[in-house]
């Protein structure tokens, strides 16, 4: 079975030529830089369906909501993706810093819970419906040194960008731009054909 830090020397070299990529150039983009984004696009399918379609990988997935909701639960829903997002970064920061340090390790698990007042969903004064707090249990198998370990645990915990978000308030912009359906309408039904326009000027 193929261990989590088998790649870890090959990791090494490409999280060290980042670091120096990052320190000498910290205002350029990714990958030349460190200023990075994330953007989504995401359309309603019907019955409470989501397909999304990430603009930087290229991958498209489908969020989905419970049944006892109104949904139909045939794909994870927003809140498990997005905790799910955050935890699944941690990992991969937690192997930067450990393959960066030295500190080896086969096999990594993390299991994530929250709570949360589901009231927003529907009710206008309800309480607010973030995330009341986040338990992360990790389990990792390893013969290092459990304060290697620990120390890798707090790197990753401080600079994991998914955490780091969870963890930090952040600003939400929001911009609506309505398309008037009735106009849409008339506008196909008046518009011009042209061979139904042009037979008259053929007839004559």
């Known amino acids: 079975m193929a261990k989590v830090c088998d790649c870890f020397p090959e990791l ?5 030529a980042r670091e120096r990529r990052y320190r000498t150039h910290p205002e350029k983009e990714a990958p ?30 489908l969020i989905s909501e419970p049944a006892h909701v109104g949904g139909q639960n045939c794909a994870p829903t927003p809140l498990e993706f997005l905790l799910s997002g955050a ?10 810093y450990a393959a960066k340090l030295g500190v080896a390790y086969d096999t990594f698990e993390a299991v994530a819970r929250t709570e949360f007042d589901a009231r927003g969903h529907m009710i206008a004064e309800a309480p607010p419906s973030a995330f009341r707090k986040v338990t992360i249990n990790v389990q990792v198998r390893s013969d290092a040194p459990a304060e290697k370990l620990k120390e890798v645990e707090r790197l990753a915990l401080a600079g994991c960008p998914g955490l780091s978000t969870l963890r930090t308030p952040v600003a939400v912009e929001s911009e609506l ?22 037979a008259p000027a053929l007839a004559r």
């Not at 989504?40 to 997935?61: A, D, P, R």
């Not at 935890?87 to 930067?96: H, L, Q």
């Open 12 to 16: 090494k070299e490409i999280t060290e």
């Open 32 to 61: 030349e830089g460190p200023q990075s984004f994330v953007e989504v696009k995401v359309t309603s399918i019907g019955q409470l369906n989501e397909l999304v379609e990430c603009k930087k990988s290229g991958y498209k997935f």
């Open 87 to 96: 935890i699944g970064c941690y990992a991969a920061v937690f192997a930067f």
């Open 177 to 198: 731009v309505v398309i008037g359906t009735r106009a849409e309408k008339e506008s196909v039904s008046g518009a011009s054909h042209p061979l139904t326009d042009s």
